[in-house]
Nanobody, 122 residues
Framework: QVQLVESGGGLVQAGTSLRLSCAASGGTFSSYAMGWFRQAPGKEREFVAAISASSSTTYTDSVKGRFFLSRDNAKNTVYLQMNSLKSEDTAVYYC????????????????WGQGTQVTVSS
């Protein structure tokens, strides 16, 4: 069983940066693909970015060039660097894990964290 704990959320101004972390335990972290999803009030949870076990990354169009995903297998942690934040990035951000390869549908992920709130004020 894999446990995921997100951290790093907060209230920031538009145009600034924030880095989210997701710490994993209970599994072989290096063999998992890690994804980030977000859910704004009244909206569906949507895919943001994912990194495979081999560190290939994929991003949703709205964050390309602004968000960057990396992983540190020695620390069992994945990082989501979010730059040039916009008010529309406001949401609860969730970390998720699945075996090996990335996926963009939430039902393809087996493990989920509790989420961390990101609020961007304009």
């Amino acid at each position: 069983q894999v446990q995921l704990v997100e951290s790093g959320g907060g209230l920031v101004q538009a145009g600034t940066s924030l880095r989210l972390s997701c710490a994993a335990s209970g599994g072989t972290f290096s063999s998992y693909a890690m994804g980030w999803f977000r859910q704004a009030p009244g909206k569906e949870r949507e895919f943001v970015a994912a990194i495979s076990a081999s560190s290939s990354t994929t991003y949703t169009d709205s964050v390309k060039g602004r968000f960057f995903l990396s992983r540190d297998n020695a620390k069992n942690t994945v990082y989501l660097q979010m730059n040039s934040l916009k008010s529309e990035d406001t949401a609860v951000y969730y970390c998720a894990a699945r075996r090996l390869t990335v996926a963009i549908r939430r039902n393809e992920y087996n493990y989920w964290g509790q989420g961390t709130q990101v609020t961007v004020s304009s």
